[in-house]
């Protein structure tokens, strides 16, 4: 168990912040402390490309409780070059670099086109397969063929969470049986976009579920008192919990043990000794 420093409450891990984003430029160390103090123990930066996979990383070696990603975003794949991609690859050598991602499918926008997000999800797949780190996925609009893409490396595939699940009881049920986690984020706060994923987040077995926050989007709707901004912090972590531990039936100490325990095992995490 991770040791709750500074807060009597169990502590959490945000399995996906974007640290690395211009909206944290003035005050990335104080948010991150805050967050430590709220209890968030460890912090997983995403990285979206390249670039933002190398600051990720850099991240997770300046700051104890920080780990990181790398991949390509199914939005930049289009700009995705080989040195890109070998970049990526050589970031993953790093045992702070947890996990291959953030990739995968969004069709909702297609700001690249679906033939590349699947051709380069699909090198993202087989170099998961090849240095077994499990997988950070993306997907947005897009779960059948999620399913039939992941299938075609069932065998090798590592441990693979969907994260920030907003989709529907049925893509839900799909993703569980083909053995994936699911990653909830503020949304399920959401009295309006949030209710569906809200009424089905107890379906979701124990062992499978991990927490994030996505920040600094996704900003919890029903935080008190409301913020003057609308920019997510990994602090509000707690109070995402503390939602879904409510609309799960369970004690906040429970969802934080069970959540903590997925996501030490599923990024193999293991604390920093600097
Ligand atoms: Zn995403």
């Known amino acids: 168990m991770v040791s709750t420093?500074?807060?009597e409450r169990p502590s959490l891990i945000d399995i996906g912040v974007n640290l690395t984003n211009s909206r944290f430029d003035k005050d990335r160390a104080e948010v991150i402390a805050k967050a430590q103090a709220a209890g968030v123990a460890y912090q997983i930066v995403t990285g979206t490309n390249?670039?933002?996979s190398q600051a990720a990383f850099e991240l997770s070696q300046k700051y104890s409780g920080?780990?990181?990603t790398a991949g390509c975003h199914p939005h930049d794949s289009q700009r995705m070059t080989d040195e890109d991609f070998a970049q990526i690859e050589s970031l993953l050598t790093h045992d702070t670099v947890v996990a291959v991602g953030e990739c995968g499918l969004d069709f909702n926008r297609n700001f690249s086109p679906p033939e590349i997000q699947q051709q380069v999800f699909r090198q993202h797949l087989k170099l998961a397969c090849d240095i077994?780190?499990?997988l950070?996925?993306?997907e947005r609009d897009a779960t059948e063929t999620m399913l039939t893409i992941l299938s075609d490396y069932h065998n090798r595939l590592p441990a693979a969470v969907i994260h920030c699940f907003t989709a529907n009881q049925k893509a839900l049920e799909s993703y569980l049986d083909?053995?994936?986690y699911?990653?909830?984020t503020g949304w399920v706060c959401d009295e309006r976009r949030g209710q569906e994923l809200a009424s089905i987040v107890h379906l979701i077995p124990d062992n499978r579920l991990m927490l994030e926050t996505d920040a600094p989007y996704l900003i919890p709707r029903d935080l008190t008192p409301k913020p003057k901004s609308n920019r997510n912090l990994p602090q509000y972590l707690p109070h995402i919990a503390q939602q879904l531990a409510r609309l799960r039936g369970q004690s906040f100490e429970t969802l934080a043990a069970l959540t903590q325990k997925?996501?030490?095992e599923f990024f193999n995490l293991k604390p920093k000794t600097s």
Do not use: D, T, V
């Open 66 to 68: 920080l780990f990181a």
């Open 182 to 184: 699911i990653g909830i």
């Open 50 to 52: 390249a670039q933002e």
């Open 132 to 134: 077994q780190k499990p």
């Open 136 to 138: 950070f996925l993306h």
């Open 262 to 264: 997925n996501s030490m």
């Open 5 to 7: 420093c500074h807060s």
């Open 178 to 180: 083909f053995g994936l």
